[in-house]
């Protein structure tokens, strides 16, 4: 056995899968579009067994409960673009989902594989930092909810432990609750992000240009993790989305976040970008 052939199992239901994990230390693996890069053991220590998760149908299906749409962690992203109540109620998230990878990625990348895999260039996590998401983790032990804004506690790390799946997640639903997603990259598709942002706030359904209330400012590539922009969110918070404002935001975020230079990018066009970004998005909503 090679170090790119690690020994996996493929339970069928998440008690089965617990029962292994409560165990001994299994490796989860879902669409594999992150993992499968890291068996050569060039990027760190090769996992050595392999918890397959694909045959859990427990971990599919996108479901509105009244409060909240709960997407389970086996969801790909063609599934994202595909689901109804995805574009009827976080739109941005199925616009988000066609900005990843490109069909394969698509067909295969899910959810929970995002989410786990903790990127700071993980394209969907602004989306779950600005809506207020909560990550559902299973184990032996039981369920609990870890809000998004606790998930990712440092570089590449989660809230989750050895033992636990990551189940999906939970994206409370907000009466007048705008959500917006912008993603510069290389090039349209198969692009890791420079600068990915995802912003929300309430306003009343009553056209453009109405004051923002609870705004969210959520960032990914600037940072060693996932972060929210609260002087950003400040700066927006009790305004309407004007010249001014829009000025405001940008200064704001300019000065709130320190991305790094890397092999993607610099530091001064990421912040420079993440600036720009913001700023037309506000003249785009405030119809100016
Ligand atoms: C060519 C290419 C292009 C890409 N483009 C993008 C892009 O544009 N944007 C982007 O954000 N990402 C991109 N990615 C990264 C990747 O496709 C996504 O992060 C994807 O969502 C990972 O999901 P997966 O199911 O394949 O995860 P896997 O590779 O199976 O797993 C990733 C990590 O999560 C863990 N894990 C998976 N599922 C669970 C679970 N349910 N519970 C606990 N742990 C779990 C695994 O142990 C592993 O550590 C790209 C990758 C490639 C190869």
Known sequence: MTALEPPLTAPRSL??????????????????TDLMVQLTGELGEPPQRLLDLWRIDELRGIVHDGEAIVIGALTTYTELRRSPVVAEFLPALTEAAATIGAAQIQNRGTVGGNVANASPAG??????????????????????????????????RTARADDELVLGVRVPLAADRQVRFRKVGTRRAQAISKVVIAIAWRAPDDGRGATWTDVRVALGSVA???????????????????????????????????????????????????????HRLVRDEGGW
Not at 15 to 32: H, N
Not at 125 to 149: F, H, K, N, Q
Not at 260 to 272: C, G, M
């Open 224 to 278: 060693a993790t996932p972060i929210r922009a609260s002087a950003t969110e400040a700066a927006l918070d009790g305004a309407v989305p004007d010249a001014a404002t829009a000025d405001r935001a940008m200064a704001a975020l300019m000065a709130e976040i320190h991305p790094i230079d890397d092999v993607r990018s610099t530091a001064d066009y990421r912040r420079t970008v993440a600036g720009r970004v913001l």
């Open 123 to 156: 394209d969907t996590l602004p989306i779950w930092l600005a809506t207020d998401a909560a990550i559902i983790l299973g184990s032996a032990r039981g369920e609990r909810a870890v809000p998004a804004a606790e998930f990712w506690p440092a570089y590449r």
């Open 15 to 32: 008690v089965e899968a617990y029962r292994l994990l409560a165990a001994e230390l299994w490796r989860p693996i879902a669409g594999g």
